[in-house]
């Protein structure tokens, strides 16, 4: 894990105005999932929701905190550190609003070795009295479609509610295990804060699993509805969990100077956050790296899904399922078109970018058809959802795209050739000049039958000046001017530039007194 930049913390990407619209700050979240430190690497997307007041915000500075501390076994903190980070207060009235991650990603191994960047994000608490239906339904899903873990943080007690609330979401994932035969959400960690019932389940995941086994039993004589949840949830959710939380303790909840230092915090809420953390952080678990379609992917591809979802909600009602797989599907080419032209971008930009010197055309052009080669393989290669068609679609997106890239690069190359633009008309008339004088010469020394060649050499020169200076001037034949920039480019690097270096060098040494200098 690395070190956090000093000016690391919360930034709001989704925005709820006053009349319960929502906006993505696409600007924002792009800096975060466009961080040096993810670029490349596979994602995990660590998120916690649930009811308003909570502890959410709260919860969510113990997870910074482990994350920050680079498994150290004291990364809990020191006794009278006040808890920072994500923004938590005591009170009534609702804080959070929105979603907001954390701003830099943070680096783990998994169990290979490979590296990835994990985020944090944190939600708006739900049905407070300001926020809607939708609102909350909104987030919830974007929560859940997003992230490869979500901590859903209840109340004392998993009741019927918090179930049904994941009812439309079981809809939605039943239709996608249908379609592609791989369940839509990963982990789902039920985190029971204030759990009362010590004295009859343990807190921890062994208490957890013991309640959540005991809700999710389908009996006789059950409503339709309440079956149908129970039986979807576990075959929606690959992974399931559920983790009891013993109260924090009344100088947490009745102060209002409590800041959150830990010797204000009851002994079992610490033990039990070392139990629950580590755990919630764990590399070796299968559902940690987020996947979509069975594929594990990257933070440019979260991008990607993150926009088609908000897209989706944007109409300000409730998607229906089969709206949401559609989307998925889309989002899902859309990803593999993020990754393909950023593996082209990248590719170019190490030979041709702004820092890198002028290369002659051909060599571009080369470049370019491998590179563009080696992008479309990979957008082909790509699990993609959707079928054939809608995947032809993006790739001819994909295809104009990287067509006007390349374009691009064509142009600012040629802006790189001020030096390139003289060379040819230089190698030219210094040919010309050169061939006049030996010819002058050899006339002299009673050699004027081989003067031919040298006058055919003028003359060849002369021609193809004036070709290119037609070219360059009107515009027309530019490929014929790329050839004479190539011959001239063939002389002055084997003909002109050694003698030119040779003479250089010599006077060099003329003038310093040594013969040392290179
Ligand atoms: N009862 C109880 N209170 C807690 C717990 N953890 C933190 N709190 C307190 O709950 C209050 C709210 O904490 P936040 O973290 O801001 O809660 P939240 O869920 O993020 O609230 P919103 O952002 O408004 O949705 C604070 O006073 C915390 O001290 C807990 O486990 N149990
Ligand atoms: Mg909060």
Redesign the pocket.
């Given at each position: 894990m690395h070190q956090q930049s000093p000016t690391a913390g919360p930034v709001q990407i989704v925005t709820i105005t006053p009349d319960h619209k929502f906006i993505l700050d696409e600007k924002k979240l792009k800096e975060i999932l466009y961080h040096r430190r993810a670029q490349g690497k596979k994602i995990s997307l660590v998120s916690i929701a649930g009811d308003?007041?909570?502890?959410?915000?709260?919860?969510l500075d113990f997870f910074l905190r482990y994350l920050r501390a680079k498994n150290q076994k004291e990364w809990i903190g020191k006794e009278s550190e006040p808890l920072k980070g994500f923004d938590?207060?005591?009170g009534a009235g609702?804080?959070?609003t929105g979603m907001i991650m954390w701003s830099e990603p943070f680096l783990m191994s998994l169990p290979n070795g490979e590296e990835i960047a994990v985020l944090l994000m944190d939600t708006?608490?739900t049905f407070d009295s300001n926020s809607t239906v939708f609102e909350n339904a909104f987030i919830f899903a974007l929560t859940l479609l997003v992230s490869s873990v979500t901590v859903y943080n209840i109340m004392h007690n998993l009741q019927e509610d918090n179930l049904q609330h994941l009812s439309f979401f079981a809809e939605y994932g039943v239709l996608a295990l249908d379609a592609y035969h791989t369940s839509p959400f990963q982990q789902l960690t039920f985190l029971v804060?204030?759990w009362q019932f010590e004295y009859e389940t343990p807190y921890g995941f062994h208490g957890g699993e013991e309640v959540l086994t005991n809700r999710l039993q389908i009996r006789p004589n059950q409503h339709h509805d309440l079956e149908l949840v129970r039986s979807r949830l576990r075959q929606c959710f690959r992974k399931v969990n559920c983790f009891l939380?013993p109260?924090?303790g009344l100088k947490?909840?009745n102060r209002r100077e409590?800041d959150g230092r830990l010797e204000d915090i009851e002994k079992d809420f610490k033990t039990q956050l070392h139990s629950f953390i580590p755990e919630l952080f764990r590399s070796d678990n299968a559902n940690f790296v987020k996947e979509i379609n069975g594929e594990q992917i990257t933070s440019t591809q979260l991008f990607e899904y993150f926009r088609t979802y908000c897209a989706v909600f944007a109409s300000g009602e409730l998607p229906s399922p089969k709206a949401m797989l559609e989307a998925t599907a889309e989002a899902n080419n859309l990803a593999a078109k993020a990754v393909s032209k950023e593996f082209y971008t990248r590719a170019m930009e190490q030979h041709c970018g702004g820092d890198r010197p002028y290369i002659h055309p051909n060599q571009l052009d080369a470049l370019h058809q491998e590179v563009h080669r080696q992008s479309i393989e990979k957008f082909r290669c790509a699990r993609k959802m959707g079928g054939e068609e809608m995947s032809q679609t993006y790739l001819q997106d994909l295809e104009n795209e990287l067509a006007e890239q390349y374009s691009n690069y064509k142009k600012h190359n040629d802006s790189k050739n001020v030096f390139a633009f003289s060379r040819t008309p230089t190698t030219f008339i210094s040919c010309m000049v050169l061939c006049y004088i030996i010819a002058g010469l050899l006339d002299a020394v009673w050699l004027g039958g081989i003067n031919f060649i040298f006058m055919f050499a003028f003359w060849l020169c002369f021609v193809l000046l004036s070709m290119w200076l037609y070219t360059k001037y009107s515009g027309d034949h530019a490929e014929i001017g790329e050839y004479i920039d190539y011959f001239a480019d063939v002389i002055w690097v084997h003909g002109f530039h050694p003698v030119y270096s040779r003479c250089i060098r010599s006077a060099m040494r003329s003038v310093l007194g040594h013969t040392k200098v290179e």
């Open positions: 308003f007041r909570k502890g959410k915000s709260f919860m938590w207060r005591g609702r804080h959070t708006q608490g804060r204030d939380m109260h924090p947490v909840t409590f």
